[in-house]
């Protein structure tokens, strides 16, 4: 089965777990049976091959997030890349061309696509296999799971059937409407559109040649910044006539806002709080060392992390995005492919970040043209790579960079390091990245 996961989000709805670089499905908040914490997409992903351990799984995202799903999902997983936003239609299309041209899929085969942040059990993914292989058949050129509506929401679109059967023909979709519209729908069997719907890759690549100028993967990637931005919704589903609809009546939320998110939390507190007794529905989620006190609350949640503290009352948490767009915060923490780093502290010309590498990996080989570095390693061990000069390292060690200077470290066991960057410009941009002989 081929599965494409779409991976967006501003990292803005769940501040200040979130941000630009670490959107809500890279947020650990699930517990596991260890006793760690995962992911969404690590919920997802681990779920997906529980049900088809040989599913061939593809992430569509855009080139921010690409760090944070290798960090957490590691090298096996595919990955289609969006060179710039460009809404559904051509992240799917992109996607789709990446199965056949790149990754050498039959044009026949089905895939099936869905959000990456799903809160649902295994049940939904069987489901997911049932809605590939009817697509498979060939008996529609589009089949769509809807979703069972748990009460008359106004954040989704309507899928209305012809029939109440577990397997329809579409008769029509509606909007997003208001809650009393959605009632009237309801009454007529309709279903939640939750943008799920599997096809045949090759149906997707002929809407695909139709609306787009392009010959293959390669040349739709390379003219991905000039395609107009156009949803798949309005690009495909709705000027498509022969479409089907598969009725899904188990566990699907999506925790979008932070009131849902506490909903799916299997406890109260995830690192260190306290809540006194009369504390109701309080949800605490700190990521910080210190710890934090809630007396006397009701329905409120609290979260803390190095990018800013929130308290807010459940119901008012669904509003904070205008707000957080008013700060235009720093990115203090971000996960990479190599592992992780956290902003200390922020001076006029300097900054200090603690960073964590994962065992057998490394940093790009890269220097900088506006500011000196100096890392001092905290624990482990590993070598560095000054240009072109290697030198073992390891707890107690201080390694001293120039502007200018190609640079790299390289981690044996775990490496946690302090990087000190002094200039009188720091900037994410002032990088070059460089290949090591």
């Known amino acids: 089965m081929n599965i494409i996961l779409l991976s967006g989000g501003s990292g803005k709805r769940l501040w200040p777990l979130s941000n630009d670089i670490r959107s809500k499905q890279f947020i650990k908040i699930f517990k596991t049976g260890d006793g760690r914490y995962e992911s969404m997409l690590q919920r997802v992903y681990r779920q997906i091959k529980k049900v088809d351990k040989d599913a061939a799984v593809t992430v569509a995202t855009s080139k921010a997030q690409v760090s944070s799903i290798l960090n957490q999902l590691g090298e096996d997983v595919g990955i289609s890349v969006e060179p710039c936003r460009r809404d559904t239609f051509p992240a799917i299309a992109l996607a789709t061309a990446y199965l056949v041209d790149v990754l050498g899929a039959d044009p026949e085969e089905a895939a099936v696509v869905c959000p990456v942040d799903p809160y649902v059990d295994d049940a939904y993914f069987e489901k997911l296999g049932e809605l ?97 931005k156009i949803s798949f919704d309005y690009a495909v589903v709705e000027k498509e006539p022969d479409i089907q609809v598969m009725r899904f009546t188990g566990k699907w939320k999506d925790l979008g806002t932070w009131n849902t998110l506490t909903e799916a939390m299997e406890e109260p507190v995830i690192g260190k709080a306290v809540m006194g007794d009369g504390c109701r529905n309080v949800h605490v989620i700190n990521e910080l060392g210190v710890p934090v006190l809630a007396l006397g609350l009701q329905d409120v949640v609290i979260s803390a992390s190095h990018d800013g503290i929130l308290v807010s009352d459940k119901e008012q948490s669904s509003f904070i995005k205008p707000y957080v767009d008013r700060m235009d915060p720093r990115v203090m923490y971000a996960e990479k492919s190599w592992g992780t780093y956290q902003v200390l502290d922020v001076e006029e010309k300097s900054m200090a970040i603690k960073v964590d590498l994962k065992p057998g990996q490394k940093m790009n080989y890269h220097s900088h043209k506006k500011r000196d570095e100096v890392w001092v390693v905290m624990e482990g061990t590993g070598r560095t790579i000054v240009d072109g000069m290697e030198q073992d390292v390891h707890a107690g060690d201080v390694i001293t960079m120039q502007a200018g200077c190609r640079h790299t470290i390289v981690a044996e066991s775990g490496l946690k390091l302090i990087e000190v960057q002094l200039g ?8 070059q990245k460089f290949t090591l002989a």
């Open 132 to 228: 590939g292989r009817q697509a498979e058949t060939g008996q529609a050129n589009l089949v769509l799971m809807g979703i069972e509506p748990t009460y008359p929401s106004e954040k989704y679109g309507y899928i209305i059937p012809k029939t109440y059967d577990d397997l329809s023909r579409v008769a029509m979709f509606k909007e997003k409407p208001d809650a009393e519209t959605a009632k009237s729908y309801i009454g007529q069997g309709a279903l939640w559109n939750g943008g799920i719907f599997a096809y045949k890759l090759g149906y997707v690549l002929r809407k695909a040649h139709e609306q787009i100028d392009f010959t293959d993967y390669e040349d739709l990637f390379s003219k991905y910044d000039i395609l107009p």
């Open 424 to 431: 009188g410009e720091i900037s994410v941009h002032d990088k």
